[in-house]
């Protein structure tokens, strides 16, 4: 429709793309079907907003596919006829079914770097919203047409795995290395807990991490590698369940050699110099006052985070030859994060070519978490305590075998964990409630399972039938879950643009929304309107399962 709409509308000097990109979707349809509003017209034009909307709404009142076509403030308001709206929305989602919605005018080959879980410490609910990020935007923009590599990244060195092999090698050096998740987050938070007011154990630590870096004790090096490959092995599990799989997977030590060579380069280059033996970039001296210093490699030699980041960088532009780099990371790196893209552009690197999505952390309504003193949520429990709470709520409703009831409990826990990490914008931080997020009535996962498993079960219960539906009129809850679907497209787009997979997440309960009301208002089954009415909840029912899919959440027929 927006194209037959910028079909209808001559503006000399606007070209017919542009106009497609201005037509909107109103949220209030009293403001119609569509809007064009005419702001960014007005200075190629030279008039006035409002004239030109008055000028465009004169020219085309008369068609017969619009109810009316209006000028107000600025704005042309289109309301379609319900009827010709009704049957090219329906066939468009019946003929592309998981293709509904699709973008096809993107085609770049874009690296997503997102969940970034560092070895030897706890995979926590942290992780899972980072995760849940980074695979939402993948989808999208490759429901856009781009090609995306998904990419994750790990410290897996650093003084964090040199405090975990203290503590293992001085309190636990006889006990068996597992691929247990919870085994290497308590002798974390062990080391964490027993380095407090401890010098000499600081020393110490600070001695394995220089060893660790210049790889001349074989003997740690070997536990460093056993541990390294048990810590790896224990992530398996928890992304098969997420559903995610990685193109490639970097690691901090292998980037630590090109970094140190990164870090000197940039002192020939003028971009760092020594301080105190150590290398850093002081920002205020190439003009940049608000980003302060960085410090590359430390005075005994070993590198830090910032020098492995530009190695990185580096590959991904060299290697992988990708158009763009995207960095779904922790909203508290931001001054780190943007430290290492001004040091890149200091570097004759694109400024358009990386972008950073932050992930905010999630908290509890009793508080923040920490991997220091052991009040993370490990993502084990956090499940397991979900799918308990769904078993309960499936109990509650149906009589079921204990197999169907833990697959179904399984589905609808993970449900709800993504579905609450992707309906708040990236820009937030979120408080999790289980037992609200867990619930199948409002704003939540399993309510969204809800609506698609209703919807099938009305369309198995009918089958496919025949009949003439060309004369029928179309009321107000009709159009409403009509108009709704239709409205799929231009969301992909716009989360797509703003690299907000919220968007979908808010549509996609919008749309469940929109389907209860009809089903409680309109008879399906039955009525005289049952074939058409069975094309409207087929329509809603491959609408939802795609928009789900862009969330990365699988539904499931029957609750």
């Known amino acids: 429709m927006k194209e037959q709409i910028a079909d209808l509308i001559k503006i000399k000097g606007i070209t017919k793309e542009t106009i497609i990109d201005a037509v909107e979707i109103p949220k209030d349809k009293e403001m119609g079907d569509y809007a064009l509003p005419c702001f960014s017209f007005a200075k190629i034009l030279r008039k006035n907003p409002v004239e030109i909307a008055k000028d465009i709404a004169d020219s085309i009142k008369d068609r017969k596919d619009f109810e009316k076509v209006e000028a107000i403030n600025g704005y042309v308001n289109f309301f379609v006829n319900r009827k010709s709206l009704a049957d090219e929305i329906i066939k468009e989602v019946l003929i592309e079914k998981s293709n509904y919605g699709k973008c096809r005018k993107n085609k770049e080959r874009v690296m997503i770097e997102f969940s970034q879980p560092n070895t030897h410490k706890a995979f926590h609910i942290g992780h899972i919203r980072g995760t849940s990020l980074g695979e939402s935007l993948a989808r999208i923009m490759e429901f856009c047409g781009d090609k995306v590599v998904r990419a994750n990244y790990s410290g897996d060195t650093g003084m964090h795995i040199a405090k975990w092999l203290w503590c293992y090698d001085k309190f636990h050096p006889k006990e068996k290395i597992r691929d247990d998740e919870k085994w290497f987050a308590d002798i974390y938070v062990e080391a964490s807990k027993k380095l407090d007011d401890n010098e000499t154990g600081e020393r110490e630590v600070e001695e394995i991490n220089r060893k660790l870096d210049s790889r001349e004790d074989k003997k740690l090096l070997k536990l460093w590698q056993e541990t390294r490959k048990k810590s790896i092995s224990s992530w398996k599990d928890i992304y098969k369940e997420l559903d995610t799989k990685f193109d490639v997977h970097f690691f901090e030590s292998l980037e630590e050699k090109r970094g140190k060579e990164i870090a000197l380069e940039l002192i020939n280059k003028k971009i760092a110099k020594q301080s105190d033996e150590a290398v850093i970039v002081d920002f205020k001296e190439h003009g940049f006052d608000n980003l302060g210093v960085i410090v590359l490699l430390r005075g005994d030699g070993t590198v830090l985070y910032g020098a ?21 990371i922790g909203k508290a790196q931001d001054m780190h994060i943007h430290q290492v893209f001004k040091i890149l552009e200091l570097m004759k690197f694109k400024s358009d070519r990386y972008e950073y999505v932050p992930v905010n952390e999630v908290r509890f309504p009793w508080g923040k978490m920490s991997s220091r003193t052991g009040e993370n949520i490990l993502y ?91 004369d029928i009129n179309i009321d107000k809850n009709e159009k409403k879950i009509i108009s709704e679907i239709g409205r799929f497209g231009g969301v992909v787009e716009r989360a797509y643009r703003e690299r907000a997979p919220n968007i979908v997440a808010n549509y996609s309960y919008e749309l469940c929304r929109a389907f209860n009301e009809f089903y409680h208002a309109e008879k399906v089954i039955g009525s005289e309107k049952e074939n058409f009415r069975l094309k409207i909840v087929e329509s809603f029912s491959i609408t939802l399962r795609n928009a789900l899919h862009l969330l990365n959440i699988k539904v499931i027929e029957e609750m």
């Open 308 to 328: 492995k980041d530009l190695a990185l960088a580096e590959k991904k532009f060299g290697k992988y030859r990708i158009d763009r780099s995207i960095y779904v």
């Open 380 to 470: 084990a429990d956090f499940r397991n305590g979900l799918i308990d709470e769904a078993r309960k709520e499936i109990k509650k409703r149906y009589k079921l075998k204990e197999k169907e009831i833990e697959k179904r409990a399984l589905a609808i826990a993970v449900s709800a964990m993504k579905y609450s990490m992707l309906k708040q914008d990236v820009n937030k931080g979120i408080i999790f409630n289980p037992k609200e997020e867990i619930r199948f009535e409002g704003n939540t996962g399993p309510y969204l399972l809800y609506s698609y498993a209703r919807a099938r079960s009305i369309i198995k219960k009918v089958g496919k039938k025949k009949s003439d539906d060309k």
